[in-house]
T-cell receptor
């Protein structure tokens, strides 16, 4: 069956460091992958999208990589700030449509 | 604000009650979605509507009944729910339905926190 795994439920890092979040999948052939941010009591907010034929995407301090051989996406936040503390969700989309979400990684950036 | 509003933000109901959740999007989108988010579980897609027509029902129990009177409004009617239905119910919209060839970003509302006693 299809499975999406995001690394450790919680990730704690020091301000200024780079946070790296992982999204692994099995039995899946996504056409593209999205990363969302979710704050407590709010709905997810879209951050970045990467297609299956793209290796890397950047947006300001954010970088996403997509390795279809390893079946893995990495999400990096450089020069992290306490305001980056949130839950980050990856979502996979197939050519058949509809998004399937991972269960998220909660990032805490300590001052 | 994402342009997607949901009411009420919090709802407590008994198992015999009937209530409705409302979602409205002000983005001119054609597709709308209902998701369920339970503690420690991933977002679960429930229903998808495209141009007011239901295109996806992800094996959702009949005690959840969606309604989409137009492309801007989406309702979720609830009746005889169970305590395990307690969760955050999220509505989302996108320009068009997520499918091959497009990369439609979904805009989420703030959700309705539902508690079933």
């Amino acid at each position: 069956s299809q499975k999406i795994e995001q690394n450790s439920e919680a990730l704690n890092i020091q301000e200024g460091k780079t946070a790296t979040l992982t999204c692994n999948y099995t039995n899946y052939s996504p056409a593209y992958l999205q990363w969302y941010r979710q704050d407590p009591g709010r709905g997810p907010v879209f951050l970045l999208l990467i297609r299956e034929n793209e290796k890397e995407k950047r947006k300001e301090r954010l970088k996403v990589t997509f390795d279809t051989t390893l079946k893995q996406s990495l999400f990096h936040i450089t020069a992290s700030q306490p305001a980056d503390s949130a839950t980050y969700l990856c979502a996979l989309n197939t050519n058949a449509g509809k998004s399937t979400f991972g269960d998220g990684t909660t990032l805490t950036v300590k001052p | 604000e994402t342009g997607v509003t949901q009411t009420p933000r919090h709802l407590v109901m008994g198992m015999t009650n009937k209530k409705s959740l409302k979602c409205e999007q002000h983005l001119g989108h054609n597709a709308m979605y209902w998701y369920k988010q339970s503690a420690k579980k991933p977002l679960e897609l429930m229903f998808v509507y495209n141009f007011k027509e239901q295109t996806e029902n992800n094996s959702v129990p009949s005690r959840f009944s969606p309604e989409c009177p137009n492309s801007s409004h989406l309702f979720l009617h609830l009746h005889t729910l169970q305590p395990e239905d307690s969760a955050l119910y999220l509505c989302a919209s996108s320009q068009d339905i997520v499918s091959a060839g497009n990369t439609n970003e979904q805009f989420f509302g703030p959700g309705t926190r539902l508690t079933v006693l």
